[in-house]
């Protein structure tokens, strides 16, 4: 018999309120400090980082770990990291769901294609270097994971989730403790880096006069960015926000169908295929979109039922719940022995990732190279967020095609990028094989995306 007053009842929406609470907290600093508005640390950030000095400072003064008190059922850090894993399927799913803006042409979808191309380059190069500290590391520190160099990437190149993920991994089917915390303390080093680094860059711009201060005030939203002509009303006999998210749900019940059916035929990747829940989620998404145009296209549906304003909303929620629950999931005390290496790979994680795309966007972006490179740069060390704010303060009205190239590009990004996330199960157990196998991947890749240089010289 279950009584509403007991903890269990509780411990999970007392979470989730306490998140949530906080991003209240942290748009509000944000809005009353400059310093924090001027440096454009995302609010999901911040609230992540107010919740996680809060719980620090109360362990150290008083030895009580608050998110495991009977208020959040003694399972708060669980409940957070079960949030950061979900909320980054679902923030995928409905970015999928939301539609495409027409027919692209051939010099815009080469210029996809490289953006695509250059994403899974930085993945290469952030895993290439940390791997090659990881294996110094382990012969100044016996007893240090030979992996963990590969949360670079998952954590600076894809996310606080990602990071999660195969810090998971590293920690329950390889041995490697505090694996959870040391890849969201990577991925939350990777937010710094975006905005400390993107600020820099856009000071540099400004005093140099090729940008100028951006606009206080938003434009209002057009009726046609809200509502396509052939919709469904947004009021009827269920409300169109509620369609959205059981668009969003049915996909995310048809990914885990999906995880569900390869874990039974692949026991022993198990662990991999449920890491691959977002993956897995877009694939479902893509079936349902193609399910409603055949039908719309059959006549059996009559209007469009995706809404893609509504669609950003519900991935925009998701990935901020992501990022401040993933944030405030992490335990410091169990990183004690590791905060050197994180603090250098963090470091020369941000400035390598930096000059990369400075390098790309020059070569191969000329006609937009700034815009390319801020939302490059932003997307690569923290989220696809982090990469639109960064761009916002250049391209506010996103007239270059930078905004563009990071929805679309996510396709190549996932063909090319599939083989390093198997690759990460292979670290593990030959380190230096993978770093050599890495490394020769991001050549490849490289040529792949100065094609046109390379093989332009060589016919001359």
Known sequence: MTNFWDSNVWGFFNVVALLLV?????????????????????????????????????????GVEIFQ????????????????????GLGFVASTFKGASGKLGKKRTGEIFDTGVTTVSNYLIQGV??????????????????????????????????????GNIYETQYGFTGGKS??????????????????????????????????????????????????????DSIDKMTIQIALVAAAYLLAYLFMLGLGGLLPGMKAVVYGFNFLLGVLAASLIKLALRLLKKAGVVKRDYVNSFLMTRVSNFCFDLMVVAGIAAIRLGVLEKYWGVILIMGVLGAVLTYFYNRLVARKLFP???????????????????????????????????????????????????????????????????????LALFFAVMNVILFRRSIFKRKGK
Do not use: C, W
């Not at 609230?47 to 362990?59: D, Y």
């Open 182 to 235: 040391f890849g969201l303390t990577i991925a939350a080093l990777g937010f710094l880096s975006a905005s400390i680094g993107g600020v820099i860059h856009l000071n540099i711009l400004r005093r140099q006069g090729k940008i100028k201060p951006r606009r206080n005030q938003e434009d209002g939203l057009r009726s046609e960015e809200i509502q396509s002509a052939n919709e469904i009303p947004m009021m």
């Open 69 to 88: 008190t009977a208020f959040f059922d003694g399972r708060g850090i669980e409940h957070m990291e079960l949030l950061t894993y979900h909320m980054l």
């Open 22 to 62: 906080s991003l209240l907290a942290a748009n509000a600093l944000k809005r009353a400090i400059r310093f924090l508005e001027a440096s454009l640390i995302p609010t999901s950030v911040l609230a992540g980082a107010l919740l996680l000095l809060i719980s620090e400072a109360v362990r150290i003064l008083t």
């Open 129 to 166: 270097l940390g791997l090659a500290i990881s294996l110094i590391a382990v012969l100044v520190m016996k007893d240090f994971f030979p992996a963990a160099g590969l949360l670079l990437p998952f954590g600076y190149g894809q996310g606080t989730g990602q990071a999660m993920n195969y």
């Open 367 to 437: 006609d937009y190279e700034q815009e390319q490179f801020l939302m490059m740069y932003g997307m690569l060390t923290g989220t696809a967020s982090t990469g639109t704010i960064l761009l916002r303060e250049i391209d506010e009205d996103f007239r270059t095609p930078a905004a563009d190239n990071m929805v679309y590009q996510n396709f190549p990004a996932i063909v090319f990028g599939f083989p390093m996330m198997l690759l990460a199960t292979l670290a593990p157990k030959k380190p230096v094989l993978t770093l050599v196998i």
